[in-house]
């Protein structure tokens, strides 16, 4: 960030969107470590997600009235966006669990671990009472990236 508004010298400098990039790179970073290399594909469907969502839509006014729902076609929509989130985040997880073997090791001798990974061990090891399915691990990386 800071070689970012070093290079822009004299000039105006976006500071909401350089924080909000970094912001994004941090977030992204713990939970899918470097090795995701398309985080800037699920941050703009997350945007664009919330912008569907976050419009007035006629169905919402009058949701018993089921012709609204196939003309402003936000449903559908959503439930496009949804699959194409699901089908990212599948591919993440099954990306993470092939590097799994092959993951580097630091100078003292730990495994460096990101969110996903700690995740799928504790879904391969079954420490928690209740099962941790996929749907759960999607959820819970989807709501770190979202907040």
């Known amino acids: 960030m800071i070689q970012s508004i070093s290079l822009k010298a004299g000039l105006p400098v976006n500071l909401t969107e350089l924080t909000s990039s970094l912001s994004n790179d ?27 969502s976050g419009g007035f839509a006629m169905e919402d006014l009058f949701p018993s009235i089921k012709m609204l ?21 599948a591919e993440v997880i099954e990306e993470h ?10 100078n003292d001798g730990q495994s460096e671990e990101d969110l996903v ?11 928690l009472q209740f099962p941790l399915a996929m749907e759960n691990i999607k959820a819970v990386i989807l709501v770190s990236v979202i907040y």
Do not use: Y
Request: aromatic content about 4%; overall charge positive; glycine content about 6%.
């Open 69 to 89: 729902h196939f003309i402003g076609g936000v449903a559908s929509k959503l439930k496009r966006m949804h699959k194409r989130v699901d089908k990212f985040l």
């Open 26 to 52: 941090i977030t992204s970073r713990a939970a899918f470590g470097n090795k995701c290399k398309d985080k800037e594909v699920l941050i703009s469907l997350l945007q664009e997600a919330t912008a569907l």
């Open 117 to 127: 990974d700690v995740l799928l061990h504790v879904q391969e090891s079954g420490e």
């Open 97 to 106: 669990r092939r590097n799994r073997t092959t993951t580097e090791c630091s």
